[in-house]
């Protein structure tokens, strides 16, 4: 296998040269001793590129995964002020965000929309869809680099809020988002957290407020990255005729979820959609393959999925 250091380049899951670098082990290996002789080479990968996809490791099952994990992570976080519904597998394991197939969910890193977050995520192809479904990731320092450098300046100066209503039966319940449904709990949640929390008699029955930062430097090699979710907690996020329903129903100031600057002003649209447009730029698609573990740098790469057709089963883990 060829690595960064031995002056022979690294190989990549694309063709372009771009995402996350792919790993194979050497013949007749067995691969979960080759992921542990090799773990420190694929830090230094993942802290380089930023990604890295395990393939032909023969690893065929959930069990085998969480194995291949704790050679990394011994660990692993629990899914706690979620932004989108999961389902448990096992241990700290979860399915993938559960959303409806025909939907693309946009480029982000992995809780980015607080002030706590998981330093690396992996994902598990347990059944690989018969059309798409592919997880695309981008380069977050890229994206931050592309983004035109007054945008940039503001969001770095303001930071982002986000503004999350939570009304029965639309979009998740504040219980299942913090996992408890003592409200006491979820005020200490909040207060250790810096997030405001309005509870109110009717609809909504809760509203949090958070700022967070927009960019940040990454702590290990200084580089800056984008690490928000603006663009995806915006309203303008969702199809025309899905915010005018919501409008409609609840009021602009009643959303289920939006985003602004730091400082509370709204966000241009025009800016959310360069943002968006860099992101797609940046996008790589690298088709799944059954047993395919893919491990990346939470900071360095954002991720998404694409639609998909038939059977899908992806699952995740945090550290």
């Not at 519904?85 to 480029?107: F, N, S, W």
């Not at 009643?254 to 730029?281: C, K, M, S, T």
Request: glycine share 8%; hydrophobic share 35%; proline share 5%.
């Amino acid at each position: 296998m060829k690595y960064a250091d031995d002056g022979e380049g690294v190989d990549f899951a694309s063709k372009d040269g771009r995402g996350p670098v792919l790993l194979r082990p050497e013949a007749g290996a067995d691969p979960f001793l080759w992921l542990t002789e090799n773990r420190s080479r694929i830090d230094e990968l993942l802290t380089t590129y930023g990604g890295v996809i395990l393939r032909d490791f023969g690893i065929r099952s959930v069990s085998e995964f969480n194995r291949a994990v704790q050679t990394f992570s011994s660990d692993l976080l629990d899914y706690v002020h979620r932004s989108t519904p999961r389902t448990k597998v096992g241990g700290k394991l979860y399915t993938a965000t559960e959303y409806p197939a025909d939907r693309t969910i946009q480029l982000h890193n992995e809780n980015s929309y607080t002030d706590s977050w998981p330093s690396r995520i992996y994902f598990y192809c347990a059944v690989a869809a018969e059309q798409g479904g592919e997880t695309p990731t981008a380069d977050s320092r890229r994206v931050y680099r592309r983004i035109d450098p007054a945008v940039r300046e503001k969001f770095e100066r303001t930071g982002v809020l986000y503004v999350r209503n939570f009304t029965d039966g639309i979009d998740l319940s504040w219980q299942e988002v913090f996992q408890t449904s003592d409200r006491a709990e979820v005020e200490a949640y909040c207060a250790a957290h810096g997030i405001e929390v309005e509870w109110g008699s009717g609809s909504p029955a809760l509203r949090t407020r958070q700022h967070c930062r927009a960019a940040l430097p990454h702590p290990r090699t200084g580089e800056q990255v984008w690490f928000n979710q603006a663009h995806l907690f915006h309203i303008s996020a969702l199809a025309p005729e899905e915010q005018s329903s919501l409008v409609a129903e609840l009021g602009i100031d009643n959303l289920p979820r939006n985003a602004f600057y730091g400082n509370g002003e709204a966000i241009e649209p025009a800016v959310l959609e360069h943002i968006r447009e860099i992101y797609e730029q940046e996008k790589v698609v690298v088709p799944w393959q059954r047993g395919d573990v893919m491990m990346l740098d939470n900071l360095l790469f954002a991720h998404g999925r694409n639609p998909y057709r038939g059977a899908r089963k992806t699952v995740v883990a945090m550290s």
